[in-house]
């Protein structure tokens, strides 16, 4: 699923989502995205900058591309080197996909530290930020939507079902026993890792949902502090922020210790 927000300065405007296909050329995915601003009443002459993350490689060129041709901006790409205010002790951080940094920045910022994010994506991703608003890593587990295509694809008798929890754990038939194996199995495995999380966090680490299913398992659980389904559009925005260069306002004094050049 590929998520676009429009901010208007700090306030998100609106959302769009659409299919992740790596098959769409530039113009297709770029057609696609300035309608559906209209629709929404956004003019893509409006937008003026863009921030953007990507774990699916064959795609950012393709929205770099989009970004360049239908709205004639240069997009900020949220990759190694690029500023985000976080440290990072991954054993490589160059290999922490940039959704996971995109949304720990979001959360640091919205929730304060120590904070677990559990976003329900194409895959599920826990993360994890210290006391001192460290990124020390996290779990990752297919996500439900791709466990439950999984089984209908290479099981023959199991079908597609609608991801919503049944009435009873025990199912008495096949689309009810799926739909408690995938809900309440989802359920269980995310109250399960961050109970393990918070004993090597602190007891006191806030838990923010986020994604596509957040929705479905966090009424399953009592596990969550909040559930921001704009989490990582936030983080995007604060991470072009902080990429952008500092203008002093003409008069002002310089600071304590600056020199004229």
Same mark, same amino acid.
């Given at each position: 699923m590929v998520t676009i927000g429009v901010f208007d300065g700090e306030r998100l405007e609106t959302t769009l989502r659409v299919a992740t296909d790596t098959r769409k050329l530039a113009d297709e995915y770029g057609l696609l995205i300035t309608n559906l601003l209209r629709l929404n009443g956004v003019e893509p002459s409006r937008i003026d900058s863009i921030s953007m993350c990507s774990v699916v490689p064959p795609l950012t060129m393709v929205f770099d591309t989009v970004c360049h041709t239908y709205f004639g901006v240069q997009p900020l790409t949220v990759t190694a080197g690029v500023r985000t205010g976080l440290q990072i002790t991954y054993d490589n951080p160059r290999d922490v996909g940039s959704d996971r940094i995109v949304d720990a920045v979001a959360a640091i910022e919205l929730y304060g530290a120590p904070v677990i994010v559990v976003d329900f994506g194409t895959a599920t991703v826990f993360d994890a930020v210290s006391r001192d608003g460290v990124y020390l890593g996290g779990a990752?587990?297919?996500?439900?939507?791709?466990?439950?295509? &999984?089984?209908?694809?290479?099981?023959?008798?199991?079908?597609?079902? !609608?991801?919503?929890?049944?009435? @009873?754990? %025990? +199912?008495?038939?096949?689309?009810?026993?799926?739909?408690?194996?995938?809900?309440?199995?989802?359920?269980?495995?995310?109250?399960?890792?961050?109970?393990?999380?918070?004993?090597?966090?602190?007891?006191?680490?806030?838990?923010?949902?986020?994604?596509?299913? &957040?929705?479905?398992?966090?009424?399953?659980?009592?596990?969550?502090? !909040?559930?921001?389904?704009?989490? @990582?559009? %936030? +983080?995007?925005?604060?991470?072009?922020?902080?990429?952008?260069?500092?203008?002093?306002?003409p008069g002002e004094p310089l600071e304590s210790g600056a020199r004229e050049a």
């Open positions: 990752i587990s297919p996500g439900i939507t791709v466990a439950a295509e &999984a089984l209908f694809l290479n099981t023959s008798q199991l079908r597609r079902v !609608e991801l919503v929890a049944p009435k @009873t754990a %025990i +199912g008495q038939n096949t689309s009810l026993s799926l739909q408690s194996g995938l809900v309440f199995g989802y359920a269980g495995l995310v109250e399960g890792l961050v109970a393990r999380f918070k004993r090597e966090l602190g007891d006191d680490a806030r838990v923010i949902g986020t994604g596509g299913q &957040a929705s479905i398992i966090s009424k399953e659980i009592d596990v969550f502090d !909040e559930i921001n389904p704009d989490l @990582t559009l %936030i +983080g995007l925005r604060l991470i072009y922020d902080m990429n952008q260069p500092r203008v002093d306002p």
